[in-house]
């Protein structure tokens, strides 16, 4: 098995993008927590989103959810980001909350409703052009709750125009990302319930058209890493959205229910290409804290990720494809789970030491004196929910 030394630099690129919704106040419908020193304006969550960045050196950009995010002037809140260290990242849009997407946006059997789920996708597109963001990631609700309520077919045609609209708005150094999710908020049929009918859509789009996988977006059981070994192999893998989850969308830290899914999937990752530093694959937290503190929840996740991605680097894979070869069933097995059962914690923080980074984020962010300042500051005003 390879030593971390060895690994120990290809950790050097690692990049994890935040949410800026994780910052906000979250919970479920059954309540929404209101908690000290949640951000009241968006250049509050993005200083939360730098904060993370400074204590782990791993989440460098911030995605941006609109209209939750929206502000007078792009150009200098990206001149904001980048003072408190950090980029702007993925634009995500949003046709969930509007009266009149509540039969669907971009599927819509009303034009003019299509028409302004368009519109707003457009509005995306600009935000993009000023913040210097990559990828217009889209995550639609559409779908239907009985049957017989929506034509399931003629949705997909409307879908497919839909996206032609917009993807033929992008610029050269652009992407559209599609994100599947199996039900919710429809509880029948969801128009992009899955990774198959991502595919195709995106296919039909063109090059600069990729797939995002939510952790959180299967079916029990799923084998999540074949999918994103599919997805890598066909070169549509554009984002994760990770997340943890033990019943459905929970949204929990990453790796906290199962780290040795996350391990296979960043071994999949690594195996297929798309831990390369030029991947173009974005990784991407979609997460909410709603009992625990968001910014050590942040902080918690992206060392989640860097953990499990050293240990999928310390898979022998030259012993690995040998047992594969020969056969032999539980001895490549035991070398795969060798490197899931390494303990890569000191060495990590070794690591983060040498880099001028704290050997401990989640300790340092606790004794920094950061969390007492904003919630001593962030009094008045109105703090922001998602
Ligand atoms: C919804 O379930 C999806 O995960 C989306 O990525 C969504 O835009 C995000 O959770 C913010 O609400
Ligand atoms: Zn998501
Ligand atoms: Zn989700």
């Given at each position: 098995m390879p030593t971390f030394e060895q690994i120990?630099?290809?950790?050097?690129?690692q990049a994890i993008e935040v949410p800026s919704w994780a910052y906000g106040n979250s919970g479920t419908r059954f309540k929404v927590f209101g908690s000290a020193g949640t951000p009241r304006t968006v250049q509050e969550k993005i200083a939360d989103a730098a904060a993370v960045h400074r204590f782990t050196g791993l989440a460098p950009k911030v995605a941006l959810h609109i209209p939750w995010d929206k502000v007078e002037d792009y150009a200098a809140l990206t001149a904001y980001a980048a003072e408190q260290g950090v980029q702007i990242g993925t634009i995500n849009s949003n046709t969930f909350q509007d009266d009149d997407y509540k039969l669907g946006g971009l599927t819509h059997h009303d034009p003019a409703i299509r028409r302004k789920a368009i519109d707003h996708h457009l509005e995306c597109l600009q935000i993009m052009d000023a913040t210097g963001s990559q990828d217009l990631k889209i995550w639609l609700a559409d779908g239907s709750n009985y049957p017989g309520q929506a034509d399931m077919r003629s949705r997909q045609d409307r879908l497919a125009e839909s996206l032609a609209t917009i993807y033929a708005e992008l610029k050269d150094d652009q992407r559209l990302v599609l994100e599947y999710k199996i039900f919710e908020p429809a509880?029948?049929?969801?128009?992009?319930?899955?990774w198959g009918t991502a595919l195709v859509q995106v296919q039909a789009l063109g090059e600069k058209a990729m797939v995002c996988l939510d952790t959180g977006h299967h079916a029990p059981s799923t084998n999540v890493e074949f999918i994103v070994a599919q997805l890598l192999r066909l070169g549509r893998l554009g984002s994760f959205d990770f997340n943890s989850r033990f019943y459905a969308d929970d949204d929990l830290i990453v790796g906290s229910a199962d780290p040795f899914q996350l391990f296979r999937i960043m071994f999949e990752v690594v195996r297929g290409g798309g831990y390369a530093a030029d991947s173009g694959v974005a990784f991407m937290l979609d997460q909410c804290h709603n009992v625990e503190k968001k910014i050590p929840g942040q902080i918690r996740s992206v060392l989640n990720v860097q953990e499990m991605t050293a240990r999928a680097l310390m898979v022998d894979t030259e012993a690995l494809a040998a047992a594969q070869q020969a056969g032999d069933v539980l001895g490549a097995h035991e070398v795969f789970m060798d490197a899931f059962y390494t303990d890569v914690r000191p060495d990590l923080a070794a690591w983060r030491e040498s880099r001028g980074l704290p050997a401990s984020p989640m300790r340092a962010y606790a004794e920094s004196g950061y969390q007492e300042t904003i919630e001593a500051d962030r009094v008045g005003g109105t703090q922001l929910s998602w």
């Open positions: 120990s630099q290809q950790l050097d690129h509880f029948y049929h969801t128009d992009v319930p899955d």
